[in-house]
């Protein structure tokens, strides 16, 4: 528990950046490409995860990396031509996750 001095010196530094240069680099924005396709939450992690994850290859590389179970088990569903099947999958997932919000 920091006290209100503290707290306030704390929060006054954090807007001025002057906690470190590791830190501040996080709260910069991302540039370039990926950071053009727009960040979002991935649909199928848990509610509490924080982390954003970039529209365009960053989302389909989290879906076939954390998520190769589900993406297994969607394919098997589907039935026909795999590609097709991961293709469609992963277009539900990208849409469910633009449901929940593109963040720029």
Not at 72 to 83: D, L, N, R, W, Y
Request: aromatic content about 4%; charged content about 25%.
């Amino acid at each position: 528990q920091l006290s209100s001095g503290l707290a306030r010196l704390f929060i006054t530094r954090w807007e001025r950046r002057e906690v470190g240069t590791r830190k501040a680099n996080i709260t910069r924005r991302p540039t370039g490409k990926a950071a053009c396709a727009g960040w979002v939450c991935c649909p199928l992690c848990p509610a509490t995860s924080m982390r954003k994850i970039n529209c365009g290859s960053g989302l389909r590389n989290h879906l076939d990396m954390v998520h190769a179970t589900e993406r297994a088990a969607a394919v098997a569903e589907h039935g026909g031509e795999e590609q097709e099947a991961v293709d469609a999958w992963h277009e539900d997932m990208a849409s469910l996750a633009a449901k929940h919000g593109i963040f720029l």
